[in-house]
């Protein structure tokens, strides 16, 4: 599998990075995992514009969901379009949501959607294993397999159980780490770069990738050191354009 950072600011855009969305690849097939403000410049970047076969969100944040909404008008007012309807998965009422944040009716002509419930599934060559985590709104960290390689994704997060099952003994652990350590940070929310390298060490993961980070108030130095007092293993932080082989 190859994975291709998009967008990697925590909540809202960073004065480098657009917010969340991560493009996997393996046998020409590509996963886009979360479309977050901003991503759609990166897609047209570090792949093309008409590159995307199947779209996951994590959760209905608008962080994590917006530019699905600015790519309706690619895939369905192109010059050489439209394009064929392309399946979306999400939480319950992302068909909705969507359509209400586009402000336009209805987009089953543009999405093909898809309900996400807890459990295992095929997406074209990819077994995705999908568990609620610990966020206020229903959301759905990931575990991608492919070829005996697992990628996993926290989402957004505080720390669970179902965390560490989706993490286990993956090759690359993509994780939030929100918050600074030392202070009092809102609970059930996100992690701290500490709770992050804390859990990459329980699920015994090969390699910790932070992301999510929130450049306004959140320290990438802080989040480094704390994670790497966890986590012994393989650490960075990751950036827009970051390219991995899992």
């Keep these: 599998m190859k994975l291709t950072v998009l967008g990697c600011a925590g909540s809202f855009p960073g004065p480098e990075s657009a917010c969340s969305s991560y493009l996997v690849e393996a046998d020409g097939f590509r996963l886009l995992i979360d ?13 093309t514009i008409k590159s995307v076969d199947a779209i996951v969100l994590s959760h209905l944040h608008a962080d994590h969901i917006l530019d699905a909404c600015s790519y309706v008008v690619v895939r369905r007012y192109a010059p050489d379009g439209p394009y064929p309807r392309l399946p979306l998965y999400g939480p319950a009422g992302t068909a909705a949501r969507l359509a209400a944040a586009y402000g336009e009716g209805p987009l089953d002509d543009v999405y093909d959607f898809r309900e996400l419930r807890p459990g295992t599934l095929s997406i074209g060559p990819f077994t995705l294993t999908v568990d609620r985590v610990n966020h206020p709104v229903e ?6 397999e492919h070829g005996g390689r697992v990628l996993a994704y926290s989402a957004d997060t505080a720390p669970c159980e179902a965390l560490l099952r989706l993490a286990h003994g993956a090759d690359l652990f993509l994780c939030e780490a929100s918050y600074p350590d030392g202070v009092q940070n809102p609970p059930d929310l996100h992690l701290t770069g500490r709770e992050a ?7 015994g993961v090969g390699r910790l990738v932070l992301t999510h980070l929130v450049a306004a108030w959140c ?12 986590f012994t293993g393989p650490l960075e932080v990751t950036r827009t354009g970051a390219r991995y082989e899992v």
């Design 197 to 203: 390298g804390e859990a990459a060490t329980k699920a």
């Design 139 to 144: 959301t759905y960290g990931m575990r991608v």
């Design 219 to 230: 320290s990438e130095a802080n989040v480094v050191d704390s994670a790497s007092a966890a």
């Design 35 to 47: 479309f977050g403000t901003g991503s759609l410049s990166g897609l047209q970047r570090y792949a």
